[in-house]
């Protein structure tokens, strides 16, 4: 656990109505406290695993507690699975060695009552991400409701489920290299979706089913599960076939009147001209505005964006969405973006 | 055009088919969140193939407003013909 993990579950121990904030120390969050306390619970945010595409476990979780040590002036106690098993409210997580919260675990109990000044120290393991339900959080969803993924992978999306966004797009789950999207936007993504070249491979490592065309991209199915049955693995191509010619008519009339920000985040860093091209395949179709996060940048450089001119915008970030922090660097780039965007004029006005 | 109605049926078969569940009750008010056995992308495939099954082209835009079964059944049923 670190830093980063802490402030993304927004983990913290409620003492009697009084928040207590964490301090990391050997992978583990400790807090100090003032005993007695006659109510404490554990309380972080949550998100279902089938939303981050790990499983398809509907369930909301918190965080899985693998031990609370409480020590006292009197000594130490240490709580493991075996007896946090029989506090309300907590979920089994495989392989057993630690339980899920949901949320809000209350931790009660003699051990609490006696007076003097204690620390109890959570050792957890994390969700990637975490819905942001705070109080800030309609504002945050939407700022990041006003941006809109093309690639070449998810990491941006998964910020934005952050967030609570789940915007409806082609390119939300989809994953496309520079030249993929470019041939994409200059036919129109044509035939995509067409059954003759659209086809189902099985991602062992992923334990996923992945519906690939060839020539513009390779997308989600969240179908988990192996399937010996073709009539069934086709019936799931067939339906993805469906969804892919729905959405990329969405993308294609999105893109003429477009209403958000695009975002652009390739694998690799790529130089200044690569998403100028891209720009301008967007300009042809509609006056879009655009973001490009190029990835590895210095730590320095990290959630810093410039305006590069008729709606073109340049952010550096350091780590992948999966990498704790990312969801604080993203709404910081998109927060950027807007506030330049706002200040510069609309590509719409310049068409006009 | 296919009325509410038939939209409405054709949107339980298709629902219950993939679920696997052919007496799964589907009150109106059904939010879209609360079938376990399907999520969001299931939920724009079930919209795309019905929408070419019944011969349909909806609005793209009003996918993005869609929170309970009945949403999806006024969304088909405002659709224009397709072609």
Known sequence: MTDDDVFAADLHLLVDGQRLTPIVHDGAAVFRLLLPAADLRLVSRVNRPCDLGINRDRRLLGIAVRAITLTTTTGETRFGPDTLRHLPGLHPAPPGTALWTAGELPLAGPWFSQPGEASLSVEAWMLPAYQDTSPASAANHALLLGFENLGENCDFSIAQHHFNTNPTSLLRWGNLSLEQLLAGLDDGFAGLGDPAHAELTWNAGAREYKLRDPRYLSTHTWAHQYMDDPDEREKIRLAGCARLRLLARKLMADLRQPRRIYVFKPREPRPLADFQALHAALRRIGPARLLCVNPGAPLAEAGQVEAAGDGLFIGQIDRSSHKQGAGRLWHRLCLLTARLAETTPHPAAADA | ?83
Do not use: F
């Open chain 2, 1 to 83: 055009m296919p009325d509410p109605a038939s939209i409405r049926a054709a949107l339980h078969g298709y629902i219950r088919a993939i679920c696997a569940a052919p007496n799964l009750a589907l009150p109106p008010d059904t939010r879209l969140d609360d079938l376990a056995d399907m999520d969001s992308l299931k939920w724009i495939e079930t919209i795309a193939v019905l929408e070419e099954r019944l011969n349909l082209q909806i609005d793209t835009q009003a996918l993005e407003h869609l929170t309970t079964l009945e949403d999806i059944v006024i969304l088909l049923a405002k659709a224009r013909p397709a072609g």
